[in-house]
């Protein structure tokens, strides 16, 4: 790692490249990766409240209410400066800064809890999947990293530049972590099993993004759907080529 690289969970609230990407960029449907879209807009549109992890500006606040107009819609991020941003842009949605760790709403509060762009930079994702999961009283959606090589979560090591400026090369970075599937479905399966949880995933291989330092030259972008209650359980995870 160069010693001027700077690795923080606020990366995306620290850089003013991107203070000012997510004012205008996020915030609808089409914005959003085949594999991001794939399970949340149909899940969206039978929500009646939502809550976002790792909100940003408060772009998503948009897209829900594309999906469904009159979705109640709350957004927590770890940056107050994006959170600023997000009350000013979307007055009419609820936003509230949280540590980064706990989320601290009672259980089964929302139909629907979603995270994207969020978890592959999070060493205590586990714990914060166990709580979306918690929070939601049907759905919980999330995107991560996927590899059939050996698991990457060495932050001094494993880290992507966060940038919007291409005239300007950022010394912020935040970690990049990418999860080898058997590690992943262990987890899940530890966690979900059993209980009547129905576990999807849906996803594709692509290239990381230049600014990532990390030795795979593609992985496999994974969207995660658990659903509660469900009529057919069980762990349905898998990478396809």
């Given at each position: 790692?160069?010693?001027?690289?700077?690795?923080?969970?606020?990366?995306?609230?620290?850089?003013?490249?991107?203070?000012?990407?997510?004012?205008?960029?996020?915030?609808?449907?089409?914005?959003?990766?085949?594999?991001?879209?794939?399970?949340?807009?149909?899940?969206?549109?039978?929500?009646?409240?939502?809550?976002?992890?790792?909100?940003?500006?408060?772009?998503?606040?948009?897209f829900c209410r594309?999906?469904?107009?009159?979705?109640?819609?709350?957004?927590?991020?770890?940056?107050?400066?994006?959170?600023?941003?997000?009350?000013?842009?979307?007055?009419?949605?609820?936003?509230?800064?949280?540590?980064?760790?706990?989320?601290?709403?009672?259980?089964?509060?929302?139909?629907?809890?979603?995270?994207?762009?969020?978890?592959?930079?999070?060493?205590?994702?586990?714990?914060?999947?166990?709580?979306?999961?918690?929070?939601?009283?049907?759905?919980?959606?999330?995107?991560?990293?996927?590899?059939?090589?050996?698991?990457?979560?060495?932050?001094?090591?494993?880290?992507?530049?966060?940038?919007?400026?291409?005239?300007?090369?950022?010394?912020?970075?935040?970690?990049?972590?990418?999860?080898?599937?058997?590690?992943?479905?262990?987890?899940?399966?530890?966690?979900?099993?059993?209980?009547?949880?129905?576990?999807?995933?849906?996803?594709?291989?692509?290239?990381?993004?230049?600014?990532?330092?990390?030795?795979?030259?593609?992985?496999?972008?994974?969207?995660?759907?658990?659903?509660?209650?469900?009529?057919?359980?069980?762990?349905f995870i898998d990478?396809?080529?």
């Amino acid at each position: 790692m160069n010693k001027e690289t700077f690795i923080t969970e606020n990366a995306y609230g620290e850089d003013k490249s991107s203070l000012n990407y997510w004012k205008n960029h996020r915030n609808k449907l089409d914005d959003l990766y085949p594999s991001e879209r794939y399970f949340l807009y149909p899940t969206l549109k039978s929500a009646k409240s939502v809550l976002d992890v790792g909100c940003a500006a408060g772009g998503s606040f948009d897209f829900c209410r594309e999906a469904k107009s009159n979705i109640d819609y709350t957004g927590i991020d770890i940056s107050k400066k994006l959170i600023n941003i997000a009350n000013e842009f979307h007055p009419k949605g609820m936003f509230f800064v949280y540590d980064g760790h706990e989320i601290t709403f009672k259980e089964n509060k929302f139909d629907l809890v979603f995270s994207i762009g969020v978890l592959h930079h999070l060493h205590h994702w586990r714990g914060m999947i166990e709580q979306m999961v918690k929070c939601s009283s049907s759905f919980t959606i999330f995107d991560i990293r996927l590899t059939n090589k050996k698991t990457l979560d060495n932050a001094k090591k494993y880290y992507q530049y966060v940038t919007f400026d291409d005239k300007q090369k950022s010394k912020t970075a935040i970690s990049y972590l990418v999860f080898n599937i058997d590690d992943f479905k262990n987890f899940m399966k530890q966690c979900f099993g059993s209980g009547g949880y129905r576990v999807e995933s849906y996803g594709y291989y692509a290239k990381p993004t230049d600014l990532a330092n990390i030795p795979y030259d593609k992985v496999f972008m994974c969207c995660i759907k658990v659903e509660k209650n469900s009529k057919s359980p069980g762990i349905f995870i898998d990478i396809v080529d």
